[in-house]
């Protein structure tokens, strides 16, 4: 097979532009993505570039992160973009891509930056277009597998967010009983415990014997700290920003690696960030260790007595809970925005009865478990794409033997 591979550079490969300015004042509504220096970023009503297509981050944080676009899109000023494959396989030269330290390459000083003309003469090996497909048939096939699960564990959570919606903001069973019908979506004994009625309330109209009361009255904050420095042989379950927003999985680290006091996170309690909160982050730990910590940007949320940890963590992600707790952002900048805890306590909300509490944490349960287990299952395979990307991309891995990886993958 490698007698097969040519030598050539990156500007042999591809022909690579910086993307387009476009404002917010520009920008319209439409269905087509933005790629920006951190992957898509919005959309607009006009492409300027055919799919499939390949960009690279530019500029910021993002430099030489790569990204994929499957539809038509707009590339933004804030990334490079592939205008000419020169006969490559669109998804093999992003994989490609992945490998290569392009970082690295900064040509800016205090705002990092990436040139094409720096970039286009690193020295690259490259199978024919063939062996290209080929090697791409393995490594999407896990991108695939990654997406599907990634899709499903989407529509979970919307069945459980339309069901908390139903029950505890539209009070669909409590109307249908009130109308003389059966509640739809659940059996008679689920049925019997809402009400037929509703009553004056500080909130309008809430269903007869629930209250109204504050979301301190479901759940309350975790103050317990550790400073895993004290601990460096020991190792932790970080659940950090940058981890919720990779996979939603903590990452394993010795103490000695965390640089600064954490809040200790008990199983069941469900973490929320305080920091821009514009940018929705609720996390339910379905099963945390022994020593499980979190960035003090989140607010660790255990469930009081006849609450549940299923029934805190959809609250905090209803749009009506959330539209609430946008209300108090404080700070001035975007990216440096934060609520207190004090304020989301006492935000006002209706308090169903016990059993109904009880009810629908046990049918979310089963749901939410299923949303924790798929993203276990797309983080292994992550794993292995990544270990088999490097292999496959510069030749030292055979394709048989990549095959044979990728089945046991994907039972």
């Not at 260790?289 to 960035?295: D, I, K």
Request: aromatic share 8%.
């Amino acid at each position: 097979m490698s007698c097969k591979w040519r030598d050539c550079s990156l500007g042999e490969l591809v022909r690579l532009q910086r993307g387009h300015d476009l404002t917010a004042r520009e920008q319209q509504a439409g269905v087509v993505p933005v790629m920006g220096s951190a992957g898509p970023n919005g959309t607009h009503s006009k492409a300027l570039v055919k799919g499939p297509g390949v960009v690279i981050g530019r500029s910021g944080a993002s430099i030489g992160r790569v990204h994929y676009s499957t539809a038509d899109y707009w590339p933004h000023n804030t990334c490079l973009y592939v205008t000419d494959f020169l006969g490559n396989h669109p998804r093999f030269v992003y994989y490609l891509l992945q490998t290569l330290d392009l970082a690295s390459f900064n040509s800016g000083s205090a705002q990092p930056s990436l040139n094409r003309n720096y970039i286009y003469g690193m020295s690259l090996r490259v199978p024919p277009l063939a062996e290209q497909k080929r090697i791409v048939d393995v490594l999407q096939a896990l991108d695939d597998r990654i997406d599907l699960l990634r899709q499903t564990n989407a529509t979970l959570e919307s069945i459980a967010q339309a069901l908390f919606k139903s029950w505890f903001i539209d009070f669909d069973p409590v109307r249908a009983k009130a109308e003389g019908r059966e509640p739809e979506g659940m059996d008679a004994a689920t049925a019997a415990l809402f009400p037929d009625g509703f009553e004056d309330s500080a909130l309008g109209l809430i269903p007869k014997e629930w209250k109204v009361g504050c979301f301190g009255n479901l759940a309350v904050l975790n103050k317990g700290s550790v400073n895993p420095l004290d601990f460096p042989a020991l190792t932790f379950e970080h659940y950090s920003l940058p981890a919720f927003d990779t996979n939603q999985l903590p990452v394993l680290e010795p103490g000695g690696a965390i640089k600064s006091h954490k809040t200790l996170v008990p199983r069941g309690a469900v973490l929320h960030s305080k920091l821009n909160p514009h940018i929705p982050r609720v996390w339910l730990v379905t099963a945390s260790g022994e020593h499980a910590v979190c960035s003090t940007e989140f607010l660790p949320w255990l469930a009081r007595d006849a609450s549940s940890p299923e029934l805190v963590y959809c609250t905090l992600r209803s749009a009506a809970f959330d539209s609430q707790i946008k209300t108090l952002v404080t700070g001035t900048s975007n990216s440096h925005q934060r609520v207190k805890a004090d304020q989301v306590e006492a935000l006002s909300l209706v308090i169903a009865s016990d059993d109904v509490q009880s009810a629908f944490a046990h049918l979310v349960r089963p749901i939410l478990g299923k949303v924790a287990a798929n993203r276990l299952q797309a983080r292994k395979l992550a794993e292995v794409r990544d270990a088999l990307l490097p292999r496959l991309i510069s030749g030292k891995l055979r394709l048989p033997e990549a095959q044979e990886q990728l089945v046991g993958a994907t039972v």
